[in-house]
C-alpha cells in the first residue's frame, strides 16, 4: 500500500526500495542498504542521495561509519509545499510567456487551425481553455449552441463542465440540442438554467457522438471508442449552414 502511494507521489521504483529498505530496519549504513536491496553501491548512493535532498532520507553520524535514516513523515508534507511552489513559479512564468508572446511583432500573424485535434487527456481542460473564445463567436452570430448530444458524453465529462459553465455564459447565450431520452438527461434539465433546452429524439436512433454548432466553429466529440477524441473545426459557411438546417428541425420538431 505504501509503495503504490509514493509511487503515485512521484517517487521511481530504485527510490521507493531504498527509503522503504531504511524505513523497515530504522538505521542502515550505504553498503548494507546495497545488501538489503540488492542495487550496486554506486546506484544505492545515487538513489539516496536524490533522497536526502528531498528531505526524506538522512544522515546519521552518531558512529564511524555514516549511516540512512527515514525522516519524520512529516517530511512528505514538505516535499507537497516544494511541489506547489514550484508549479506556482512555473505558472507564473508560463503566464509571463504568454504575454511575451502576444506582444511580440509576430504575434499579430498568428493564425489559428482551421481543424484542431483533441486527444482524451485534453478534453476536459480544452472546454476551459476555449470557453472565452466559442462564447465570442457565439456572441457574434446567433447566440445559440445547436446540434446533439451523446449521453456517454454527458455521462463521462458533461456534469461538472455543464454546471461551470452556465454559471459563468452570457446571460444572451442559449442551448438548443437534440438528445435522447434518458434519465440523465431529465435530472440535468432539472438542474440546468431554462436557456439550455434539450429536445428529446423521437426515433429510435440513438446519438453515438456529438456534434454542436458553436458560432463559427463546428465540434464533435467521440466517446464511443477509445481514446476519445474531440475535433474542432472553424468554418464559418460550413457553421452557417448546419446552424439553418438544425434551426429548421427545431422548429420542425416543436
Known amino acids: 500500500m505504501l509503495k503504490d502511494i509514493l509511487a503515485k507521489i512521484g517517487l521511481s521504483e530504485k527510490e521507493i526500495t531504498v527509503y522503504t529498505s531504511v524505513l523497515e530496519h530504522g538505521r542502515l549504513s550505504y553498503t548494507d542498504l546495497s545488501k538489503k536491496t540488492g542495487l550496486n553501491r554506486t546506484t544505492t ?3 539516496a542521495q536524490e533522497l536526502l535532498s528531498n528531505g526524506m532520507l538522512q544522515e546519521d553520524f552518531s558512529s564511524p561509519v555514516k549511516a540512512l535514516v527515514a525522516a519524520p513523515p512529516e517530511a512528505l508534507a514538505a516535499m507537497a509545499t516544494e511541489e506547489e511552489t514550484r508549479l506556482e513559479k512555473k505558472k507564473q512564468l508560463v503566464n509571463e510567456a504568454i504575454e511575451e508572446i502576444r506582444s511580440a511583432p509576430s504575434a499579430a500573424g498568428y493564425v489559428a487551425p482551421a481543424i484542431t485535434y483533441i486527444p482524451q487527456q485534453r478534453i476536459q481542460q480544452y472546454f476551459k481553455q476555449r470557453n472565452d473564445v466559442w462564447n465570442a463567436s457565439l456572441m457574434a452570430t446567433d447566440k445559440t449552441w ?3 448530444n451523446d449521453i456517454d458524453f ?3 465529462y458533461s456534469t461538472e463542465w455543464l454546471s461551470w459553465y452556465w454559471e459563468l455564459a452570457p446571460k444572451e447565450i442559449l442551448l438548443k440540442l437534440f438528445s435522447n431520452d434518458e434519465k440523465i438527461e431529465h ?3 432539472n438542474r440546468m438554467p431554462e436557456r439550455r433546452e434539450i429536445r428529446f429524439w423521437k426515433g429510435e436512433h440513438v446519438f453515438t457522438g456529438s456534434l454542436w ?3 463559427e466553429y463546428v465540434i464533435t466529440v467521440n466517446v464511443r471508442q477509445s481514446p476519445h ?4 473545426m472553424r468554418d464559418p459557411a460550413l457553421a452557417q449552414n448546419l446552424r439553418t ?3 429548421e428541425m427545431w422548429k420542425l420538431t416543436s
Open 45 to 47: 548512493y545515487s538513489v
Open 245 to 247: 438546417v438544425f434551426a
Open 187 to 189: 435530472e440535468l434539465k
Open 146 to 148: 445547436w446540434g446533439y
Open 229 to 232: 477524441y474531440l475535433i474542432e
Open 154 to 156: 454527458i455521462k463521462q
Open 213 to 215: 454548432i458553436v458560432g
